[in-house]
Nanobody, 123 residues
Framework: VQLQASGGGLVQAGGSLRLSCAAS????????LGWFRQPPGKEREFVAAISWSAGRTYYADFVKGRFTISRDNAKNTMYLQMNSLKPEDTAVYYC?????????????????WGQGTLVTVSS
């Protein structure tokens, strides 16, 4: 599966953005999906993940209550709704896919990656 993330941009602290991840491939609906981010000068880190049926979702502690992951299998698209953004949320955000049923939360759990979209939150 090939992935393409979009929706990043510049937003003020407290604002919102919605990221999208469009996928190609007929097996999209069977993949677990995830969002990761890489802040400037830091390693890539887990943000959120969702099972193939959207029945299970997982979040990093630092985004719980602010971000919501979702997917629309009919549109081959995953979303990340980001509210109450903080300057420390500034990063390149990547979407990722894993063909296994179990939902991973590590970079190593995902084999397919999008190109990343930059989110900048100003104070």
């Amino acid at each position: 599966v090939q992935l393409q993330a979009s929706g990043g941009g510049l937003v003020q602290a407290g604002g919102s953005l919605r990221l999208s991840c469009a996928a190609s491939g007929r097996t999209f609906s069977s993949y677990s999906l995830g969002w990761f981010r890489q802040p400037p000068g830091k390693e890539r880190e887990f943000v959120a993940a969702i099972s193939w049926s959207a029945g299970r979702t997982y979040y990093a502690d630092f985004v719980k209550g602010r971000f919501t992951i979702s997917r629309d299998n009919a549109k081959n698209t995953m979303y990340l709704q980001m509210n109450s953004l903080k300057p420390e949320d500034t990063a390149v955000y990547y979407c990722a896919a894993d063909p296994r049923v179990r939902v991973g939360v590590r970079v190593a759990d995902f084999g397919s990656w999008g190109q990343g979209t930059l989110v900048t939150v100003s104070s």
